[in-house]
Structures are given as structure tokens and as C-alpha cells.
């Protein structure tokens, strides 16, 4: 479990039977977007907690120490976050709890048109934190590297190292593959692809050095074994392969067709190879796996198109509360406001077609109940940015669904 998790099981914990009124906070702090520099993200979270009088303590006067604690937590560096979590907390008693969150991602629904800033006083507000962990597709790569095998966990931006994939693999197992491996390198780089892939120019000892020995076949087999049961006990959905081309293509045709079907990228090494440092891993993982996910979600929109699915407000909400929707494909920035029957949580588009079942529908804002909708009607979601968010936008009303039916 990774520490992120572990703050996530706490603060689910702590807040599972929250009996006073917890401050939630989330906010955009990406220093790489142009309206954070200078911090100026903390000078919009400021302005949205003075704005907030209703945080009182018992004795109903505004409580001090609670902010104060929360603007200490608010001044900490985090250099590498995308965005902040915080949460701020008198128990039955009066002590005072605060925890702090740094995602290395960024979350649907809470980077906001409005300041990028979403703060709540009253029930604890963790759905966004949820979903991550719950939603977020957990990757894997495998790096093929001469000295030694690794495989990283990778999930919500989050990079480690898995050291007990290979365990069992003996020093001396990796020496004969790294030589084995170097001599094939060797062999393909002194000499060119003849025409139709042959290599003609090659001597009979070149030849046999770039030979694929039995023990090869037989420890290439071993560590595809090695590698599912892996993936398994990490539950990785998706899976990247870094390594030299000829290996990473020669090794995946060991794989099962399960795990081949996982396979999202294929990546060249990093910087120092035998010792990448974190940084440069981050340079090759990250951006190809974003990649894959902007590529997925086109694929998404396309076979709902092919399927066919259902896209725009009324229809999918329609479709939803009937138990037909089995993946529903929401904008990232989602500002849709929709109307909703409070007795039977019943929702739709228009003021019109609420009042068919109540007498006084409310307004709210769909990021609100994204989650309990789906969660109710048994329904995975799905956002998407990039080319895919915009193509919903324009062509597809705004929202889309993939149908069980």
C-alpha cells in the first residue's frame, strides 16, 4: 500500500462517524500552471477561508487556532504536488486534528472554473480522494536492464519500486542474461539489416553470438511467470515495457495474452540506466502513460459511437437511472448543474422533468452527486481531458455512456 492510501484508510477512519463539522479543502497548486506562479494559488485559498464565517468553535466565536493551524499547513512546501488536500477537524472533546494531502495528479471535478479552489464546512467532504483510489487504472513497468530486472508501481503519480517481483532471481542468473543480452546487442549494431530482414554480412560467429540460447528461451519463460504473478498481486491494470527494442519485443512474445493485452507503451531506457534516479524514470514513464490514457479515451468515444451508446445530458441520465449505463464519460472540468427530487434523489435535466415527481426539485451542481449516481445505479466513470474532453464537449453534448443494454 502506498503512503497516499495510508492517509486515505486514516482519514476514512477518522471521519467514518464524524459527529462535529469538518473543513475540506481542495485546491488546483500545479506550479507549472501559469495562474499558480508566485503562489498564487495560497492567496486564493486564503480569500475562500476568510470567506467562510460559519467555522466557529463551541462557544460559537470564530475559531482561531483552527485557522491558524490550517494556514500553517497551507504555508508548507510541496515543490512536486498537483493538488492539495486539507482537512481540518475539532473532535467531541474539542483537540484539534488537521491532515494535509500533495496528489501528484490532478482530480476530476475539483479544478474548478471559479479560483480552482472547492472548500466545504460541515460534512467531511473525502468522495474526490475516493475515487482516485477506487478509479484511478494502477500501471506497471517493467524495465529491462542488463544488470537486473525492476519493476515499478505506478499510480496517482506515484513511482515505486516493487523488490519483491524477482527476488529469486540469483546474481548469477542476471550476469549470463546481461552477457547473453550484450553479445546480441553487439552482433545487431556492428551489422545492418539486410534486405527482407536478413542478415546476410553477419560471420558464422556473429552469428552464433546473437544466437537465442535454450537457457535464454527457458529463463525468459521464468520471468513471464514471474511478471503475471506480479501484476496480479498489485492488481496493475495497465502495463509499460522499457528496455532496448529488440529485447522488450523479443521478451513480450513470451508473455500471456492476458498480460500482452495490458501492454499500453513500450519505452526507451532512462538516463543512467543501471541507476536511473527518480526524476529521470518520471521523464519517460509519466508522459507515455498520459499518452496512453488520452488515446484510450478517443477509443472510448469511438466505440460508443460504434456500439451504439448514448451521449448528451437527458439521454444518459435517463439511461442511468434505469440501470442501462455501464461506463459513463463525464467532461474533467465538469460545470453542468442539473435538477434533483430530494425525497427519491431522482435527477434530471430541466426543472419540467423533475417536477413530474416532485412538487419543489433544487438545483445543484452535477460534480456534487457525480459519485452516488454512479455508485447507485452500478456504473463505472470515466473523465476524460485533452482531445477526448473536448470532443465530448462539442459533439456529444457534454456527456456520453456505454450501455449494458
Avoid at 477537524?89 to 479552489?117: I, M
Avoid at 523479443?250 to 508473455?255: K, M, P, W
Avoid at 526524476?279 to 479515451?297: F, H, S, V
Wanted: charged residues 35%.
Amino acid at each position: 500500500m502506498l503512503d497516499f492510501e495510508r492517509q486515505i484508510q486514516t482519514l476514512r477512519e477518522r471521519f467514518d462517524q464524524a459527529q462535529t463539522p469538518v473543513l475540506s479543502i481542495y485546491c488546483d497548486v500545479n506550479p507549472a500552471k501559469l495562474e499558480n506562479a508566485g503562489k498564487a494559488w495560497l492567496k486564493r485559498v486564503k480569500n475562500t477561508l476568510k470567506e467562510m464565517p460559519e467555522i466557529r468553535n463551541r462557544e460559537g466565536k470564530r475559531d482561531t487556532p483552527l485557522y491558524d493551524a490550517v494556514l500553517e499547513l497551507l504555508e508548507a512546501e510541496r515543490p512536486e504536488a498537483r493538488t492539495m488536500a486539507l482537512f481540518a477537524v475539532r473532535d467531541a472533546n474539542g483537540e484539534l486534528y488537521t491532515e494535509r494531502l500533495d496528489l501528484r495528479v490532478e482530480l476530476p471535478v475539483v479544478d474548478l472554473a471559479r479560483g480552482r479552489v472547492d472548500m466545504r464546512y460541515g460534512a467531511p467532504y473525502l468522495t474526490p480522494l475516493f475515487f482516485a483510489v477506487d478509479e484511478y487504472e494502477r500501471a506497471g513497468v517493467l524495465h529491462l536492464e542488463s544488470g537486473g530486472w525492476r519493476f515499478y508501481e505506478v499510480f496517482l503519480g506515484d513511482i515505486r519500486e516493487d523488490e519483491q517481483i524477482f527476488a529469486d532471481i540469483t546474481p548469477v542468473e542476471w550476469r549470463e542474461l546481461r552477457d547473453l543480452a550484450q553479445r546480441i546487442t553487439d552482433a545487431f549494431d556492428a551489422r545492418g539489416v539486410g534486405p527482407g530482414g536478413r542478415y546476410d554480412r553477419l560471420s558464422p560467429e556473429e552469428r552464433a553470438a546473437a544466437r537465442v540460447s535454450a537457457w535464454m528461451h527457458r529463463f525468459y519463460g521464468r520471468l513471464s511467470q514471474l511478471l503475471d504473478k506480479a501484476l496480479d498481486r498489485l492488481d496493475i491494470e495497465r502495463l509499460a515495457l522499457m528496455g532496448e527494442q529488440w529485447q522488450v519485443r523479443h521478451f513480450e512474445s513470451y508473455l500471456s495474452r492476458g498480460t500482452r493485452n495490458r501492454i499500453v507503451a513500450r519505452i526507451p531506457h532512462p538516463k543512467n540506466a543501471a541507476t536511473p534516479a527518480r526524476k529521470d524514470l518520471e521523464e519517460r514513464i509519466l508522459p507515455a502513460l498520459e499518452e496512453a490514457e488520452r488515446r484510450t479515451e478517443i477509443e472510448l468515444l469511438d466505440h460508443i459511437r460504434e456500439q451504439p451508446g448514448l451521449w448528451g445530458m437527458d439521454p444518459v441520465l435517463d439511461a442511468l437511472q434505469l440501470g442501462r449505463v455501464q461506463v459513463w464519460v463525464l467532461p474533467w472540468s465538469l460545470e453542468a448543474r442539473i435538477w434533483r427530487c430530494r425525497e427519491d434523489r431522482f435527477v434530471a435535466v430541466t426543472q419540467d422533468i423533475a417536477r413530474l415527481l416532485c412538487s419543489e426539485p433544487e438545483e445543484v451542481a452535477l460534480r456534487d452527486h457525480v459519485w452516488d449516481l454512479a455508485a447507485e445505479f452500478g456504473a463505472r466513470l470515466e473523465f476524460v481531458r485533452g482531445p477526448a474532453e473536448e470532443r465530448l464537449l462539442r459533439d456529444m453534448g457534454g456527456t456520453a455512456a456505454l450501455l449494458r443494454w
